[in-house]
């Protein structure tokens, strides 16, 4: 599941594939625990406090931990009651250490992570493929998405929108996009910070407005710097790009006017229209316009399960917008591609 030489669509009805959904493995939690970098005393109350070199928050605050994001039955049988049947399942981004600056640590933390992110799929091999973690913004990281591909059997690489107090488009990571770009790998970006944090940190404005203005500043550099020039990769952007799609005209006449601006061969829409976009945008007419603006094979089913700001209805979401053979497409048959599962039987319902 390394290499994807078909990316087309597949024809088979009732596939829905989910590609952004988060796990906390418990035994990599507790390998938290005993290294002093997670305090588990809460988990009775679904709540977890991670040290903030890893998970990027203020000390002391506890963060979610539904017993959905670790427990493997209850999982699947929410998945069956959405009418989801394979989730492409990564670690949520207070796992990514990305605002971490001790190397040797984000390499741990990223390893024993994706260990125990794959040992948590193969419970359920039928349902849920993993994307692995890659300590980004640090020199090899290309080496740990040749483990996760190879060794692990991951179906894909997730990465976070910053890293070692640098952004996406830095020159350390130019070994990483060369991959990914090789092998066609399909990698998920999910934002990991909040572009500034001291005016966000209230009102849970880290998660409902820095991590799409994340996501856009994320992904407008990797576009501006040639990155998605150089390196074409299967991109998919969470949270419906955030509020990128909203910026597609503003970067156009920056573009055409600016200079500075003028870094790329082609207009910057030529590169958006060729990442992929997930459905968590909550909103009908806001996926529709996302359809619109980017084609419906660019966008693929996602929820952000099981956090309580997930699409608990994918299903709906995308029918209330398309039908047919497009609704088909963005339900899963795009994503069977990209995620080497075209050829996968069908799962019983």
């Given at each position: ?18 590609v952004h959904a988060h796990a ?230 920056g573009w055409e006017r600016k ?91």
């Amino acid at each position: 599941m390394s290499t994807y030489a078909s990316q087309e669509p597949s024809d088979r009805p009732n596939r829905v594939i989910d590609v952004h959904a988060h796990a906390m493995p418990m035994p990599f939690l507790e390998w938290l625990e005993d290294e002093g970098l997670a305090d588990l005393s809460r988990v009775r109350d679904e709540l977890v406090v991670l040290d903030p070199r890893i998970s990027g928050v203020p000390a002391g605050m506890a963060l979610p931990l539904p017993v959905t994001m670790w427990g493997g039955t209850e999982r699947l049988v929410e998945m069956q009651e959405s009418g989801v049947e394979v989730q492409a399942v990564s670690l949520p981004p207070f796992l990514m250490a990305s605002t971490c600056r001790d190397g040797a640590l984000v390499a741990e933390v990223v390893r024993r992570g994706n260990d125990a992110l794959a040992e948590y799929v193969r419970q359920a091999p039928d349902y849920l493929v993993a994307l692995g973690g890659v300590p980004v913004g640090w020199p090899g990281a290309e080496q740990e998405a040749v483990r996760c591909l190879d060794e692990l059997g991951m179906a894909g690489i997730a990465i976070g929108s910053q890293g070692g107090g640098a952004d996406l488009d830095a020159d350390v990571n130019e070994p990483l996009w060369e991959l990914l770009s090789h092998r066609r790998v399909f990698t998920f970006l999910h934002p990991s910070g909040s572009p500034a944090p001291e005016r966000t940190q209230d009102f849970w404005f880290p998660q409902l407005v820095g991590y799409p203005l994340e996501t856009a500043l994320a992904a407008s550099r990797l576009v501006f710097a040639g990155v998605t020039e150089r390196h074409p990769f299967p991109l998919c952007l969470a949270h419906g790009g955030g509020c990128l799609p909203a910026l597609r005209a503003r970067l156009a006449v920056g573009w055409e006017r600016k200079p500075q601006a003028r870094t790329i061969p082609h207009p910057p829409a030529t590169y958006l229209d060729r990442l992929y976009y997930d459905t968590a945008v909550f909103d009908p007419e806001q996926l529709r316009r996302l359809v619109q603006d980017v084609g419906v094979g660019q966008v693929l089913t996602g929820t952000d399960y099981p956090f309580d700001l997930a699409d608990r209805d994918p299903v709906g979401t995308v029918g209330s917008v398309l039908d047919g053979a497009e609704r088909e497409q963005v339900l899963g048959g795009t994503s069977a591609g990209l995620l080497g599962l075209a050829d996968r039987p069908l799962t019983a319902g």
